[in-house]
């Protein structure tokens, strides 16, 4: 009979990798160190290198830590954890686990925390909720996506094995993100087919995460995403004044980030300009790669309309094509919609596709706007009514005057542009997010109590107006 503490811990171990994947080992169990089993007390001390491995452990693996333990060690073993929280100095916590004579006398069938053992692995045959229409071969590459594209066939065709994990794509409305994530996905079922790939909208996982809260399924929820190769979520912005939903995905994120899976993430803004969204996991989305997806300009809209018109066997004239990429705002689900809408008139009306046709669709289907504000036309404006200098405004002066235009510049630009915060301080003298932020709290705080400010910018608006 075996009495050595540390070859019964190692029997534990080798118990538990029978149990779980070799992924789960090495993520969970590897890191676990064994210190010291005092027989009086019937405690065994094993350390552990944070505070999410212990809770982690705790929550997913503590039947099967209980079995192997009653079965190594003997009944009644309390496991204690000392939790690193110095790794310099070797500083822990110690913290009892869950008492293995509670765990032995829980059926394993209602127990909310079941550890995921290879016996209950999660089914291989999964929809990935792919739209299959949205490729590569149809994403037509221009100077506004080259990167994002580039970067997302290499992520398709080797996922969880570059430094683009995560991969975050941000953009405007209609520049082509969803089509991008899918076509990544598209890609890498083609290559590997027992992956398992998933497309989820982040309303779609918020509406599914509520209904297990109702049902009381979370940790079944939570197991089944921890159990996706590669995670595709669209439009993340939406979880911003989502708590629980945000502190749920944490822990997916950091589970499937430790096991090398791959994470595409897409949204309508940067992280930075992700508000509410917590600190943990802002770094988290910032480690791998982020990339913006711009709206595409006059000549990628062209090119992607005639690739639309010989895929769908149509014949429009080039100046309408001209005419339909120059005024549909730079949006391919406008330039979709337009395509569409003009084969149906044609069809339905037995006519060809004219210009004239074209600007009856466009009036209809997209909202023109033929001079819409830049930076440089707020910066124009704005230096002009405070008679300074667009050099002067951009610089790194800290002269009152220029703080102020460039302040008013910065508050003009987030609120007649589309622009997130971040790109707006890029673009007026290489400011950050944060001092975008400020100096629009600055100028409204100003408005409330300051009558003749207010008509200096209604001055300055009216310019705009002008302008157009």
Same mark, same amino acid.
């Given at each position: 009979?075996?009495?050595?503490?540390?070859?019964?811990?190692?029997?534990?171990?080798?118990?538990?990798?029978?149990?779980?994947?070799?992924?789960?080992?090495?993520?969970?169990?590897?890191?676990?160190?064994?210190?010291?089993?005092?027989?009086?007390?019937?405690?065994?001390?094993?350390?552990?290198?944070?505070?999410?491995?212990?809770?982690?452990?705790?929550?997913?693996?503590?039947?099967?830590?209980?079995?192997?333990?009653?079965?190594?060690?003997?009944?009644?073993?309390?496991?204690?954890?000392?939790?690193?929280?110095?790794?310099?100095?070797?500083?822990?916590?110690?913290?009892?686990?869950?008492?293995?004579?509670?765990?032995?006398?829980?059926?394993?069938?209602?127990?909310?925390?079941?550890?995921?053992?290879?016996?209950?692995?999660?089914?291989?045959?999964?929809?990935?909720?792919?739209?299959?229409?949205?490729?590569?071969?149809?994403?037509?590459?221009?100077?506004?996506?080259?990167?994002?594209?580039?970067?997302?066939?290499?992520?398709?065709?080797?996922?969880?094995?570059?430094?683009?994990?995560?991969?975050?794509?941000?953009?405007?409305?209609?520049?082509?993100?969803?089509?991008?994530?899918?076509?990544?996905?598209?890609?890498?079922?083609?290559?590997?087919?027992?992956?398992?790939?998933?497309?989820?909208?982040?309303?779609?996982?918020?509406?599914?995460?509520?209904?297990?809260?109702?049902?009381?399924?979370?940790?079944?929820?939570?197991?089944?995403?921890?159990?996706?190769?590669?995670?595709?979520?669209?439009?993340?912005?939406?979880?911003?004044?989502?708590?629980?939903?945000?502190?749920?995905?944490?822990?997916?994120?950091?589970?499937?980030? @430790? +096991?090398?899976?791959? $994470? =595409?993430?897409?949204?309508?803004?940067?992280?930075?300009?992700? /508000?509410?969204?917590? #600190?943990? &996991?802002?770094?988290?989305?910032?480690?791998?790669?982020?990339?913006?997806?711009?709206?595409?300009?006059?000549?990628?809209?062209?090119?992607?309309?005639?690739?639309?018109?010989?895929?769908?066997?149509?014949?429009?004239?080039?100046?309408?094509?001209?005419?339909?990429?120059?005024?549909?705002?730079?949006?391919?689900?406008?330039?979709?919609?337009?395509?569409?809408?003009?084969?149906?008139?044609?069809?339905?009306?037995?006519?060809?596709?004219?210009? @004239? +046709?074209?600007?009856? $669709? =466009?009036?209809?289907?997209?909202?023109?706007?033929?001079?819409? /504000?830049?930076?440089? #036309?707020? &910066?124009?404006?704005?230096?002009?009514?405070?008679?300074?200098?667009?050099?002067?405004?951009?610089?790194?002066?800290?002269?009152?005057?220029?703080?102020?235009?460039?302040?008013?510049?910065?508050?003009?630009?987030?609120?007649?542009?589309?622009?997130?915060?971040?790109?707006?301080?890029?673009?007026?003298?290489?400011?950050?997010?944060?001092?975008?932020?400020?100096?629009?709290?600055?100028?409204?705080?100003?408005?409330?109590?300051?009558?003749?400010?207010?008509?200096?910018?209604?001055? =300055?608006?009216?310019?705009?107006?002008?302008?157009?």
């Amino acid at each position: 009979m075996v009495n050595d503490p540390k070859v019964l811990w190692d029997n534990c171990l080798h118990l538990i990798k029978e149990n779980v994947t070799e992924q789960q080992y090495k993520a969970w169990f590897e890191p676990i160190v064994f210190e010291r089993f005092d027989a009086d007390s019937r405690t065994l001390l094993v350390q552990v290198p944070s505070m999410y491995v212990y809770e982690y452990l705790e929550q997913y693996y503590v039947g099967l830590l209980s079995k192997v333990l009653t079965r190594c060690f003997g009944q009644s073993v309390q496991l204690t954890y000392r939790v690193i929280t110095d790794s310099q100095h070797n500083i822990g916590q110690k913290i009892e686990g869950e008492s293995a004579v509670d765990i032995e006398s829980t059926p394993v069938t209602t127990r909310a925390n079941k550890a995921p053992t290879v016996l209950d692995a999660v089914p291989q045959d999964l929809n990935p909720q792919l739209d299959i229409h949205k490729t590569f071969q149809n994403f037509i590459e221009g100077d506004s996506n080259k990167l994002p594209r580039t970067v997302g066939l290499s992520i398709a065709e080797h996922p969880g094995k570059s430094t683009f994990n995560p991969f975050f794509v941000f953009g405007p409305s209609g520049c082509g993100k969803t089509h991008l994530i899918n076509a990544i996905g598209v890609r890498c079922k083609e290559m590997y087919q027992r992956r398992r790939v998933l497309y989820v909208s982040a309303r779609l996982f918020q509406v599914q995460f509520t209904d297990a809260v109702r049902q009381n399924t979370v940790n079944e929820f939570i197991q089944f995403y921890q159990s996706i190769d590669v995670l595709i979520v669209d439009d993340i912005q939406e979880w911003a004044t989502a708590a629980k939903t945000l502190d749920t995905f944490f822990h997916i994120f950091d589970h499937l980030f @430790r +096991l090398g899976k791959q $994470i =595409i993430l897409a949204s309508d803004r940067p992280p930075v300009d992700l /508000l509410g969204v917590k #600190d943990r &996991l802002l770094t988290r989305f910032s480690c791998g790669l982020i990339a913006e997806l711009e709206k595409p300009n006059v000549q990628l809209c062209v090119d992607i309309l005639n690739a639309k018109c010989r895929r769908d066997g149509l014949k429009i004239p080039e100046d309408v094509i001209q005419f339909i990429a120059e005024t549909a705002n730079g949006s391919v689900r406008d330039l979709e919609g337009v395509i569409n809408s003009l084969l149906a008139y044609s069809v339905v009306y037995n006519t060809h596709i004219d210009m @004239r +046709l074209a600007e009856r $669709i =466009i009036k209809r289907a997209v909202k023109v706007d033929n001079h819409p /504000l830049t930076i440089d #036309d707020i &910066l124009d404006k704005v230096c002009t009514h405070f008679n300074v200098s667009q050099q002067q405004v951009v610089s790194r002066s800290r002269k009152r005057d220029y703080v102020l235009v460039r302040q008013v510049s910065m508050y003009l630009a987030q609120k007649y542009t589309k622009m997130p915060a971040s790109r707006i301080g890029q673009l007026i003298g290489g400011r950050d997010h944060s001092t975008v932020i400020h100096s629009c709290s600055t100028i409204e705080q100003r408005l409330k109590i300051d009558k003749a400010f207010v008509a200096e910018l209604n001055s =300055i608006e009216n310019s705009f107006r002008l302008k157009k």
